[in-house]
């Protein structure tokens, strides 16, 4: 995953360079009018139905067993400061066609920014072209399971107030006045602060059928506060809790960035007077703003089935969780207080959308269920390779609707969907947790993160550590990260928060892939308890 | 085959676009990229495509007011339309007391870094290259081969109101193999890069993938802590490339970078590596064959990060170059670092006890104050007892600084185009060995 200080260090050189042609991401200018607020259900645009028609027509023709065309849209809307100066404003907007043909069981793909019915056709030939071309390399043939057809679908996800209707002006003043916020506390020097919108129109059409069109629009503001140390000797960067979520510009009014801006600069400014942590064991009371990630690494990428059956050994890496005979309804991954849930319908979460770009509508599913793992993430391509375990269980062989591509010109693969920590039965909050913990360290704010290429061996940080000692916060640390072997820190789960606790954390770039293509998810959890987790001090001498 | 868009039309689009734009200030950035690619994982072929591609972003500046807007439809209604939007919101922008008038015409180091193999290289090239793993993957029936082969031919090309024009293409070929084995306790991984398709050997790649997993099956655990280690070129770059996320002189002017120097400023000019270690960006280097220019367009030559251990320059941008009475270095768009003559194996007969790593995986930053990161070995670690390489051993997780392991260097060895960066580019390290390194975990991850 791209994490959020990679993203600031991106905007940084992308700022710093203006205009750096290779560092701008793909995309945008806001062409587009901006939509009216609580819009109705998207219709699709005439000219792009008959252009997709168009393309899978051309694939059939030319061969295909099976084809799908993709037309969309991606707009990303940026405004950048640092204290009390703009630096930059960025409208990026990518519109273009991918096609994707499976012949005699081997995928083509062709991507083409020509829309003409000509343009769109030729790529659909090239697609399949491709996959005829691959045909002398293949083994066992690629087949999908069926799905039922969607011929007239439409989508849009939950937002009321839609970014784009907002000016610069109002976008920057708010950046602005937020930063002078955190600047107020001792020793903070910087500030830098950022809104990124994205909208993504998307359309689909397959042989199977299916014509599906859908909107999604996210909202995601940063601010990271640095405080530096009279003498020079020490620097502390805190960044603020702020999910990037699947909402519009109403989640910006209701997070209230001037007063989480306050607060996130006078912790920086605490760090830099916090006490280094001793090295050692500790229980550990984790945040849902640091736990999201912690889940996104050691859960979320463990049960893509792609990766345990080896189609992204080559970069993102396998699983632990292989093979999945040997796993399915037999490997305990926590305690019975744990169930995980994946799902792309929670209101407001990143991967939630109505049908994905298999054309699948997804429905929610446990991938753990009082501990034990039950299910893992597929596509069309992937669900039949289950089908031993779905039969065995009474349950039908179909997708999990965890199909995605980036965009028009990136072919879609299993992807991630929101994954979840739920809420345990009693309705404890994170108080409730602290009280309860003799000797720990509670961590608020997601930080370092990294993990091996098999989820087995993870060391997480965090944006602020707080010692607990007898029920109660004594005291901040810094320079902790806790290190992890995901079995025995899961079993090591031995208290979780209630449903009035559960929040939503996530990233808008998760890479996977190759070529490599991010996705945005989102990860919801309750306040958890941890046994007896090592953690190290992470200061060291320049 | 030539470049997706050729010189003359890149020029022809941006002064058209420049004689639309109304502002006081328009500078102009087009990209245009045609590329291929075919992977495979587990024995099977998987996805394939082609893209082609075209971006146009045009940042418009009203005094110190400026926007960028991006699109990629390159008509011309499109492009007025863009600029039109990139001028509206310029005007409604805040004041950046930063901001830069552009610069005038400029002259640019001539790099060759197009080759017409890459730019021919058809899908059922890529698909013939990936059967040189996927055929004798499968016959040896005890190992599954994972690649991913990729070409590109690629425009960048940037202008501005002050008649500045600037126009690079090139190709990339870049083949990544892993091969795994069957009873999932050997994973090797080996890759080739070049601006030229026919240079990569892929056969060659093949053979030593297979070689490398099966040579690493039934590692063995060995206690963590510091060892002496001798880094393939990858592993050297994993660690070294980061430091270019912390190379802005601004940053340790305002005392946030590892290059802070207490009493004010940086440490520009004081030795803060082993006297052996030089780090320079050269687009023109035949190694390299990088964008002679920065997003600005400011002309890039052969620059001098480190030299014999000294900090000599961090990046200054125009504004920072200006603000404190300095010259302005322009981004870089390559790194290398100087090898030395000795060769792995001479390394490897010198070591009484040390570690052999082939790459490391997911390295994020832990400590901005020392540029700390952690991360792991991955797909062959080997231990070198008494100048012999004895036998695989378990992954490692490390936390350690590019910075502090290049103080600990004991030798240098020959260079390499790297083909497996996190953030791809030109790139090129030595082989080196180091002492120390600082391991922290085991990992069972094979």
Not at chain 1, 70 to 95: G, P, W
């Given at each position: 995953?791209t994490h959020?200080?990679?993203f600031?260090?991106?905007a940084?050189?992308?700022?710093?360079?203006?205009?750096?042609?290779?560092a701008?991401p793909r995309?945008?200018?806001?062409?587009?009018g901006?939509?009216?607020?609580?819009?109705?259900?998207?219709?699709?645009?005439?000219?792009?139905?008959e252009?997709?028609?168009?393309?899978?027509?051309?694939?059939?023709?030319?061969g295909?067993s099976?084809?799908?065309?993709?037309?969309?849209?991606?707009?990303?809307?940026?405004?950048?400061?640092?204290?009390?100066?703009i630096q930059?404003?960025?409208?990026?907007?990518?519109?273009?066609?991918?096609?994707r043909?499976?012949?005699?069981?081997?995928?083509g793909?062709?991507?083409?920014q020509k829309?003409t019915?000509?343009?769109?056709?030729?790529?659909?030939?090239?697609a399949?072209?491709?996959?005829k071309?691959n045909?002398?390399a293949?083994?066992?043939?690629?087949t999908?399971?069926?799905?039922d057809?969607?011929p007239?679908?439409?989508?849009?996800?939950?937002?009321?107030?839609?970014?784009?209707?907002?000016?610069?002006e109002?976008?920057?003043a708010?950046?602005?006045?937020?930063?002078?916020?955190?600047?107020?506390?001792?020793?903070?020097k910087?500030?830098?602060?950022?809104?990124?919108?994205?909208?993504?129109?998307?359309?689909?059409?397959s042989?199977?059928?299916?014509v599906?069109?859908?909107?999604a629009v996210?909202?995601?503001?940063?601010?990271?506060?640095?405080?530096?140390?009279?003498?020079?000797?020490?620097?502390?960067?805190?960044?603020s809790?702020?999910?990037?979520?699947?909402?519009?510009?109403?989640?910006?009014?209701?997070?209230?960035?001037?007063?989480?801006a306050r607060?996130t600069?006078?912790?920086?400014?605490?760090?830099?007077?916090?006490?280094?942590?001793?090295?050692?064991?500790?229980?550990?009371?984790?945040?849902?703003?640091?736990l999201w990630l912690?889940?996104?690494?050691?859960?979320?990428?463990?049960?893509?089935?792609d990766?345990a059956?080896g189609?992204?050994a080559?970069y993102?890496?396998?699983?632990?969780?292989a093979?999945?005979?040997?796993?399915?309804?037999a490997?305990k991954y926590?305690p019975?207080?744990?169930n995980i849930?994946?799902?792309?319908?929670?209101?407001?979460a990143?991967?939630?959308?109505?049908?994905?770009?298999d054309?699948?509508?997804?429905e929610?599913f446990?991938?753990?269920?009082?501990?034990?793992?039950?299910?893992?993430q597929?596509?069309?391509?992937q669900?039949?390779?289950?089908?031993?375990?779905?039969?065995k269980?009474?349950?039908?062989t179909?997708?999990?609707?965890?199909?995605?591509?980036?965009?028009?010109?990136?072919?879609q693969?299993?992807?991630m969907?929101?994954?979840?920590?739920?809420?345990?039965?009693r309705?404890l909050?994170?108080?409730?947790?602290?009280a309860?913990?003799?000797?720990g360290?509670a961590?608020?704010?997601?930080?370092?993160?990294?993990?091996?290429q098999?989820?087995f061996?993870?060391?997480?940080?965090?944006?602020?550590?707080?010692?607990i000692?007898?029920?109660k916060?004594v005291?901040?640390?810094?320079d902790?990260?806790?290190?992890i072997?995901?079995?025995?820190?899961?079993?090591?789960?031995?208290?979780?928060?209630?449903?009035?606790s559960?929040?939503?954390?996530g990233?808008?770039?998760?890479?996977?892939?190759q070529?490599?293509?991010?996705?945005?998810?989102?990860?919801g959890?309750v306040?958890?308890?941890?046994?007896?987790?090592n953690?190290?001090n992470t200061g060291?001498?320049? | 085959?030539?470049?997706?868009?050729?010189?003359?039309?890149?020029q022809?689009?941006?002064?058209r676009?420049?004689?639309m734009?109304?502002?006081?200030g328009?500078?102009?950035?087009?990209?245009?990229?045609?590329?291929?690619n075919?992977r495979?994982?587990?024995?099977?072929?998987?996805?394939?495509g082609?893209?082609?591609g075209?971006?146009?972003?045009?940042?418009?500046?009203?005094?110190p007011?400026?926007?960028?807007v991006?699109?990629?439809?390159?008509?011309?209604?499109?492009?007025r339309?863009?600029?039109?939007?990139?001028?509206?919101?310029?005007?409604?922008?805040?004041?950046?007391?930063?901001?830069?008038?552009?610069?005038?015409?400029?002259?640019y180091?001539p790099?060759?870094a197009y080759?017409?193999?890459?730019?021919?290289?058809?899908?059922?090239?890529?698909?013939?290259?990936a059967?040189t793993a996927?055929e004798p993957?499968r016959k040896?029936?005890?190992?599954?081969?994972?690649?991913?082969?990729?070409?590109?031919?690629?425009?960048?090309?940037f202008g501005n109101k002050?008649g500045l024009?600037a126009?690079?293409?090139?190709?990339?070929a870049?083949?990544?193999?892993?091969?795994?084995?069957?009873?999932?306790?050997?994973?090797g991984?080996?890759?080739?890069?070049?601006?030229?398709?026919?240079?990569?050997?892929?056969?060659?790649?093949?053979?030593?993938?297979?070689?490398?997993?099966?040579?690493?099956?039934?590692?063995?655990a060995?206690?963590?802590?510091?060892?002496?280690v001798?880094?393939?070129?990858q592993?050297v770059?994993?660690?070294?490339?980061?430091l270019?996320?912390?190379?802005?002189?601004?940053?340790?002017?305002?005392?946030?970078?590892p290059?802070v120097?207490?009493?004010g400023?940086?440490?520009?000019g004081?030795?803060?590596?082993d006297?052996?270690?030089?780090?320079?960006?050269?687009?023109?280097?035949p190694?390299?064959?990088?964008?002679?220019?920065?997003g600005?367009?400011?002309?890039?030559?052969?620059?001098s990060?480190i030299?014999?251990?000294?900090?000599?320059?961090?990046?200054?941008?125009?504004?920072w170059?200006k603000?404190?009475s300095?010259?302005?270095?322009?981004f870089?768009?390559?790194?290398?670092?100087?090898?030395?003559t000795?060769?792995?194996?001479q390394m490897?007969a010198n070591?009484?006890?040390?570690?052999?790593?082939?790459?490391?995986?997911?390295?994020r930053e832990?400590?901005?104050?020392?540029a700390?990161?952690?991360?792991?070995?991955?797909?062959?670690?080997?231990?070198?007892?008494?100048?012999?390489?004895k036998n695989?051993?378990?992954?490692?997780?490390?936390?350690?600084?590019?910075i502090?392991?290049?103080n600990?260097?004991?030798?240098l060895?020959?260079?390499?185009?790297?083909?497996g960066?996190?953030?791809?580019?030109?790139?090129?390290?030595?082989?080196?060995?180091?002492r120390d390194?600082?391991?922290?975990?085991?990992?069972?991850?094979?």
């Amino acid at each position: 995953m791209t994490h959020r200080r990679d993203f600031i260090k991106t905007a940084g050189a992308l700022t710093a360079a203006a205009l750096a042609a290779t560092a701008i991401p793909r995309q945008a200018s806001a062409l587009f009018g901006a939509m009216p607020t609580s819009a109705p259900l998207p219709e699709m645009d005439a000219a792009v139905k008959e252009l997709l028609l168009e393309a899978i027509q051309a694939a059939k023709q030319a061969g295909a067993s099976f084809a799908d065309a993709r037309i969309s849209r991606f707009m990303q809307n940026f405004v950048f400061t640092r204290e009390q100066q703009i630096q930059n404003t960025v409208d990026t907007e990518t519109f273009g066609c991918g096609v994707r043909a499976l012949v005699d069981g081997t995928w083509g793909f062709a991507a083409t920014q020509k829309m003409t019915k000509e343009g769109v056709a030729k790529a659909a030939k090239t697609a399949v072209a491709i996959a005829k071309a691959n045909r002398i390399a293949r083994d066992t043939a690629i087949t999908l399971v069926p799905t039922d057809s969607h011929p007239n679908a439409s989508w849009r996800s939950d937002f009321t107030i839609d970014p784009w209707t907002i000016s610069v002006e109002d976008k920057a003043a708010l950046l602005l006045k937020a930063n002078a916020e955190a600047l107020k506390a001792p020793n903070v020097k910087f500030v830098f602060s950022a809104l990124f919108f994205v909208k993504d129109e998307r359309n689909y059409a397959s042989t199977d059928g299916s014509v599906i069109n859908q909107l999604a629009v996210k909202s995601w503001p940063i601010i990271q506060a640095t405080a530096v140390s009279n003498d020079r000797t020490d620097f502390q960067n805190r960044s603020s809790p702020t999910a990037p979520m699947g909402r519009g510009w109403e989640y910006i009014i209701e997070l209230d960035l001037p007063t989480v801006a306050r607060t996130t600069g006078e912790e920086a400014s605490q760090k830099l007077s916090a006490k280094p942590v001793d090295v050692g064991r500790y229980d550990l009371v984790l945040h849902p703003t640091n736990l999201w990630l912690t889940i996104h690494e050691s859960i979320g990428h463990a049960t893509e089935l792609d990766r345990a059956l080896g189609y992204e050994a080559n970069y993102a890496g396998t699983s632990f969780l292989a093979p999945p005979e040997k796993m399915l309804g037999a490997f305990k991954y926590g305690p019975e207080i744990m169930n995980i849930q994946a799902d792309r319908s929670q209101k407001g979460a990143l991967s939630t959308i109505g049908y994905d770009d298999d054309g699948v509508k997804p429905e929610d599913f446990m991938l753990v269920k009082n501990g034990i793992l039950r299910d893992y993430q597929t596509t069309r391509e992937q669900a039949g390779m289950l089908k031993w375990w779905y039969d065995k269980n009474k349950m039908p062989t179909k997708s999990r609707g965890c199909c995605y591509a980036q965009g028009w010109n990136n072919v879609q693969f299993q992807r991630m969907p929101n994954v979840s920590l739920m809420p345990g039965e009693r309705d404890l909050k994170w108080d409730d947790l602290i009280a309860a913990t003799d000797r720990g360290i509670a961590i608020l704010g997601d930080g370092s993160f990294s993990i091996d290429q098999q989820r087995f061996n993870g060391q997480f940080g965090g944006q602020v550590f707080h010692e607990i000692k007898g029920g109660k916060i004594v005291g901040m640390l810094k320079d902790v990260a806790y290190q992890i072997r995901t079995p025995d820190f899961w079993n090591g789960l031995d208290m979780i928060g209630g449903k009035s606790s559960y929040e939503i954390g996530g990233s808008f770039f998760d890479g996977k892939g190759q070529p490599g293509q991010s996705n945005s998810v989102s990860h919801g959890a309750v306040p958890a308890r941890f046994r007896n987790v090592n953690v190290i001090n992470t200061g060291r001498k320049a | 085959m030539s470049a997706p868009m050729s010189r003359d039309d890149a020029q022809r689009i941006i002064e058209r676009a420049i004689k639309m734009s109304q502002a006081d200030g328009c500078e102009v950035s087009l990209n245009a990229n045609v590329t291929g690619n075919t992977r495979f994982a587990a024995n099977q072929m998987s996805t394939a495509g082609e893209i082609e591609g075209s971006t146009f972003a045009v940042q418009s500046a009203f005094g110190p007011k400026h926007a960028v807007v991006t699109t990629d439809d390159l008509s011309d209604a499109s492009i007025r339309r863009a600029i039109e939007q990139s001028e509206k919101l310029a005007k409604l922008s805040p004041d950046d007391p930063e901001a830069m008038p552009s610069l005038g015409p400029q002259t640019y180091v001539p790099v060759n870094a197009y080759h017409e193999a890459t730019a021919a290289c058809s899908p059922a090239d890529r698909a013939r290259a990936a059967l040189t793993a996927l055929e004798p993957a499968r016959k040896a029936g005890n190992v599954s081969a994972s690649g991913f082969i990729v070409t590109g031919n690629n425009v960048s090309a940037f202008g501005n109101k002050q008649g500045l024009f600037a126009y690079f293409s090139n190709t990339t070929a870049n083949y990544t193999l892993t091969v795994r084995t069957a009873d999932g306790t050997g994973s090797g991984w080996v890759a080739a890069d070049d601006h030229d398709w026919s240079k990569l050997d892929y056969k060659s790649v093949s053979e030593r993938a297979v070689d490398r997993a099966q040579r690493s099956r039934g590692a063995v655990a060995i206690e963590p802590g510091r060892y002496t280690v001798i880094l393939e070129p990858q592993a050297v770059g994993d660690l070294v490339e980061l430091l270019i996320g912390y190379i802005a002189a601004r940053s340790a002017d305002e005392g946030r970078s590892p290059f802070v120097k207490p009493e004010g400023g940086s440490k520009i000019g004081e030795k803060i590596m082993d006297s052996r270690v030089n780090i320079i960006s050269d687009p023109a280097d035949p190694q390299l064959g990088g964008q002679p220019f920065d997003g600005e367009g400011f002309p890039l030559g052969r620059q001098s990060w480190i030299e014999n251990g000294v900090l000599k320059q961090l990046f200054y941008s125009r504004f920072w170059a200006k603000k404190q009475s300095k010259v302005a270095t322009g981004f870089p768009t390559t790194v290398k670092m100087l090898g030395g003559t000795t060769t792995t194996e001479q390394m490897i007969a010198n070591t009484e006890r040390g570690l052999l790593v082939t790459r490391l995986w997911y390295l994020r930053e832990v400590d901005p104050r020392t540029a700390l990161y952690t991360g792991l070995t991955r797909d062959g670690v080997f231990l070198i007892e008494n100048g012999k390489v004895k036998n695989a051993v378990r992954n490692f997780r490390f936390n350690e600084s590019p910075i502090f392991m290049l103080n600990n260097i004991e030798a240098l060895g020959p260079t390499q185009r790297l083909a497996g960066t996190e953030n791809g580019g030109d790139i090129v390290m030595p082989v080196i060995k180091a002492r120390d390194f600082n391991f922290t975990s085991l990992s069972e991850a094979v």
